[in-house]
């Protein structure tokens, strides 16, 4: 059974920093296109960033560009997503998730997904 468990969510205040990690199990992340979601009370659920499967390019919602790194470590099978920055707007659950094709994609194409882990920021 393929699982995504997220972890390193929490509160912290604006400004501070806080890195989630996505271990898998069942699954090859190097084979599948993977990304973080979030989603905050009362809004649909948003792409946060994602790595394409091959060339391992990246993409950023505008958002969190300049302020979130997305990466990926093949020896462990693990996603990581620093956040430095943190504003009280980015206060959501996030997701981790991953999908068969090649590029990343809006969020009902993902094939798997994670439990999710609460980040929560204050002012």
């Known amino acids: 059974e393929v699982q995504l468990v997220e972890s390193g969510g929490g509160l912290v205040q604006a400004g501070g920093s806080l890195r989630l990690s996505c271990a898998a199990s069942e699954i090859i992340f190097d084979a599948y296109a993977i990304g973080w979601f979030r989603q905050a009370p009362g809004r649909d659920r948003e792409g946060v960033s994602c790595i394409n499967r091959g060339t391992g390019s990246t993409d950023y919602a505008d958002s969190v560009k300049g302020r979130f790194t997305i990466s990926r470590d093949n020896a462990t099978n693990t996603m990581y997503l620093q956040m430095n920055s943190l504003k009280p707007e980015d206060t959501a659950i996030y997701y981790c998730?991953?999908?068969?094709?090649?590029?990343?994609?809006?969020?009902?194409?993902?094939?798997?997904w994670g439990q999710g882990t609460q980040v929560t920021v204050s002012s």
């Open positions: 998730a991953a999908r068969r094709f090649r590029y990343c994609s809006a969020y009902n194409d993902y094939d798997y």
